[in-house]
């Protein structure tokens, strides 16, 4: 064989579907989409009744900032979902997939930095709540925002460049239906400790930090609530927490279990690897607003009186 045809580095990716069963991907097809309609109704009626409810502005601004994310972290897999599941297109050109990388990784970052947001305004809610309007000013919740996004793109910035220096000479089939950094790195021919290291440190500086600034502040929570002399004020002030306890373990454990299948579960059938991934990355978006409904009574009082208006109104 050439040697120059052997080291040519590909320019696109092969996305997988159903591992070893491409003929069974547009069985795929509704369930993903109706998975992505329920992610876009769900956190638009969570928007749409923060922006008509005018009580809900201020307390649940980091809702709507969630809510967001979710629906543009499901924006970002949708292109290659439909590609490979509705019109059996699975390959992707290389620019798309570091884009769609981008994406992706950023979205999740920024998702967890909205959780960390999300359990200091429940900190002030319940250690100073006579102060929580006079903490939490717009002023402040702005500069949160603005710092959850910066860190977002600072930190995932250089990973389309870090793809882009390797060369992929060998298998261009990636292990799911859309891009991933370790998924693209591990099929580069070249030496990938950088982006090894890089990834760990993005990691460890972002998710697992956060992940230890939730714990902390839930420490202090407990510290807060266990103080309380009442025992059905100190039910009320937890119960204002399990929304967020739902969000926040919706969002680890997915991720936890699809690093840990990833890492350690190279035995396991591919079919687990691609249900792990998706699940990870479709879940947290479609149950966030059903937590949110349930839980916040405000939201679902009013979601009910639209219901039963529209019912009315028939």
């Excluded at 696109?12 to 591992?19: A, D, M, Q, Y």
């Excluded at 000479?169 to 998924?183: A, G, I, K």
């Excluded at 739902?246 to 690093?259: E, H, N, Q, R, S």
Aim: glycine letters at 6%; hydrophobic letters at 50%.
């Amino acid at each position: 064989m050439n040697s120059n045809t052997s080291h040519k580095s590909h320019h696109s990716f092969i996305l997988t579907g159903i591992p070893g069963m491409p003929d069974k991907n547009p069985w795929m097809a509704f369930p993903l989409g109706f998975l992505y309609t329920l992610t876009l109704l769900g956190n638009g009626t969570i928007l749409a009744v923060v922006k008509v409810e005018q009580s809900l502005h201020e307390p649940m601004y980091f809702l709507c900032i969630l809510a967001l994310t979710d629906v543009s972290l499901s924006m970002s897999t949708l292109p290659s979902m439909l590609s490979i599941f509705w019109f059996n297109v699975p390959e992707i050109p290389l620019d798309a997939c570091v884009t769609q990388m981008f994406f992706i990784h950023g979205f999740g970052v920024v998702e967890s930095g909205v959780l960390v947001s999300m359990a200091f305004d429940r900190l002030v809610a319940i250690r100073d709540p006579l102060r929580y309007v006079s903490i939490l000013t717009h002023g402040l919740i702005g500069k949160i925002v603005l710092v959850v996004f910066a860190r977002a793109v600072c930190v995932v910035f250089p990973v389309p460049f870090l793809i882009k220096r390797l060369p992929f000479c060998r298998s261009n089939v990636l292990s799911h239906s859309y891009c991933l950094h370790q998924d693209a790195m591990r099929l580069a021919c070249a030496s990938t400790h950088v982006n090894s290291l890089y990834g760990l440190i993005v990691v460890i500086l972002t998710l697992g930090f956060d992940a230890l600034i939730i714990l902390f502040s839930y420490i202090l929570i407990l510290k807060t609530v266990l103080g309380i002399a009442s025992r059905s004020e100190r039910l009320k002030a937890l119960n204002t927490c399990l929304s967020h306890i739902c969000a926040v373990l919706l969002f680890y454990i997915p991720l936890i279990g699809a690093t840990m299948i990833h890492r350690f579960g190279k035995h396991l059938s591919p079919i687990m690897h691609m249900l792990m991934a998706n699940i990870y990355l479709l879940l947290p978006p479609v149950l966030n607003p059903v937590v949110y409904s349930v839980k916040t009574k405000q939201i679902r009082r009013r979601i009910i009186q639209v219901f039963q208006g529209r019912k009315n109104r028939a």
